[in-house]
């Protein structure tokens, strides 16, 4: 389980055949094989981790299933450069975002990116199937593992407002449009919607 509040970016230094290579500054020295770590939104387990040149270097495995949810199949993926990172949460560690499991549910499209005076407005494609009932104004989602508030939403689109902390240190300064993220709804919308189903 992850808070959605992302420690450091990670760079792919390679990804073939469903084996991943990442190298971060992050200090994952708590971390061991086996270790679960949220990489772009997606848990996934440690399988090799070394420590070199300051960086921290590490292997998981991408399974069909989460290539198949996710911006991991893109073609565009390898030109991820960065990517976000955030350790397991562990018991007495404070949750600043949300609740996040790293259970990537699909991707939708970046349709906009805005400068404002105090903060970046960003837009994504709402989802045309039952999926548009967790996108609630005010409402959390995760978006490439970030822990995010709903700004607006409508039948085609929705927002989310970014402070500069936030920016500087995701990588959704690196988006574009059209670029593919990964989003995982809020579980407490997910049982509320539930109830009403």
Not at 43 to 51: A, K
Not at 66 to 76: A, D, K, L, V, Y
Request: negative net charge.
């Amino acid at each position: 389980m992850f808070t959605g509040i992302i420690q450091n970016l990670g760079r792919v230094i390679s990804y073939t055949n469903g084996e991943l290579e990442i190298a971060t500054p992050l200090d994952l020295s708590d971390c061991k094989i086996g270790s679960s770590i949220c990489c772009n939104g997606v848990c996934l387990t440690v399988t090799q981790i070394n420590f070199k040149n300051d960086l921290y270097k590490f292997k998981v495995n991408v399974g069909e299933e989460t290539q198949e949810r996710t911006n991991f199949s893109n073609e565009q993926f390898n030109e991820l450069v960065k990517i976000n990172i955030e350790k397991s949460l562990k018991i007495g560690d404070e949750i600043a975002g949300h609740f996040v499991y790293g259970h990537v549910d699909c991707t939708t499209n970046v349709t906009n990116i805005k400068k404002l005076n105090n903060s970046w407005e960003f837009t994504f494609q709402n989802f045309k199937n039952k999926d548009k009932n967790f996108i609630v104004e005010k409402g959390s989602v995760a978006i490439n593992g970030i822990s995010l508030t709903i700004a607006k939403q409508d039948n085609n689109n929705f927002s989310i407002s970014v402070i500069p902390h936030t920016y500087d240190n995701t990588n959704l300064k690196y988006l574009k449009i059209q670029d593919l993220v990964n989003i995982e709804f809020d579980y407490l919308a997910r049982f509320s919607m539930k109830d009403k189903l």
